[in-house]
Nanobody
Framework: QVQLVESGGGLVQAGGSLRLSCAAS????????MNWYRQAPGKQREWVAT???????NYADSVKGRFTISRDNTKNTMYLQMNSLKPEDTAVYYC?????????WGQGTQVTVSS
């Protein structure tokens, strides 16, 4: 079982930056894919980005070129660097890990971007 804890959310003005962290309770080098999702008020949860064990990354079109996903296996932590933030990026951001046949989610961290 893997426990995930997000941090780093907050209130930022449009055009600003934030870095989210997702700390895992288990060694993440063994987790093939780690992901960021987000859920805005009144909307379904949507995928944001994925990073593989080998470092391959994929992004939703809405964040491509502005967000960067990364992982530090020595710290068992995944990150999401968010630049050029827009009001439409406002959401609760969740990390997700698929490992050992299980799917694990963190509790989420709120990101609010003011115009």
């Amino acid at each position: 079982q893997v426990q995930l804890v997000e941090s780093g959310g907050g209130l930022v003005q449009a055009g600003g930056s934030l870095r989210l962290s997702c700390a895992a309770s288990a060694p993440i080098f063994s987790i093939n894919f780690m992901n960021w999702y987000r859920q805005a008020p009144g909307k379904q949860r949507e995928w944001v980005a994925t990073i593989s064990t080998g470092g391959s990354t994929n992004y939703a079109d809405s964040v491509k070129g502005r967000f960067t996903i990364s992982r530090d296996n020595t710290k068992n932590t995944m990150y999401l660097q968010m630049n050029s933030l827009k009001p439409e990026d406002t959401a609760v951001y969740y990390c997700k890990a698929v490992h050992g046949g299980g799917v694990y989610w963190g509790q989420g961290t709120q990101v609010t971007v003011s115009s």
